[in-house]
């Protein structure tokens, strides 16, 4: 881990995040490397073909992880960079337990 790229990493969601949530919420933050088949990571559209790795952060409510909680969201990073808000199911917790969270593009199988 690149300790001078996560800190920019953080700054930019704690810059985020401000604007996307109440500050009264208490976030858990859920962090690790993923690998992308293209330099664009999972934002899709035109990157290069090497592939990349970068570093993924899932902030959610602190009592989300109860399975009944009104607060089942989550919001996802990729690189720093804003990626998607979603609701937190079954799927969603597998893929965050095996550190494979779904693209922008493939995030709507979390809606479900």
Same mark, same amino acid.
């Given at each position: ?9 953080? @700054?930019?969601?704690? $810059?985020? @995040? ?10 858990? &933050?859920?962090? %690790?490397? $993923? ?7 999972? %934002? ?14 899932? &902030?959610?409510?602190? #009592?989300? &992880?109860?399975?009944?909680?009104? $607060?089942?969201?989550?919001?996802? #990073?990729?690189?720093?960079? %804003? ?12 893929? &965050? ?16």
């Amino acid at each position: 881990m690149d300790l001078l790229s996560t800190a920019k990493d953080l @700054i930019s969601i704690y $810059q985020d @995040i401000q604007h996307r949530i109440s500050p009264e919420i208490t976030l858990t &933050l859920h962090d %690790f490397d $993923q690998t992308w088949a293209s330099t664009a990571l999972g %934002f899709g559209g035109v990157g290069g073909s090497a592939m990349t790795t970068a570093r993924t952060y899932v &902030l959610m409510p602190s #009592y989300v &992880l109860k399975p009944y909680s009104f $607060q089942n969201w989550a919001i996802v #990073y990729f690189g720093g960079r %804003f990626a998607y808000k979603t609701h937190v199911n079954d799927r969603f917790r597998e893929d &965050l337990k095996n550190h494979q969270m779904a693209s922008v593009a493939e995030s709507g199988r979390y809606m479900k």
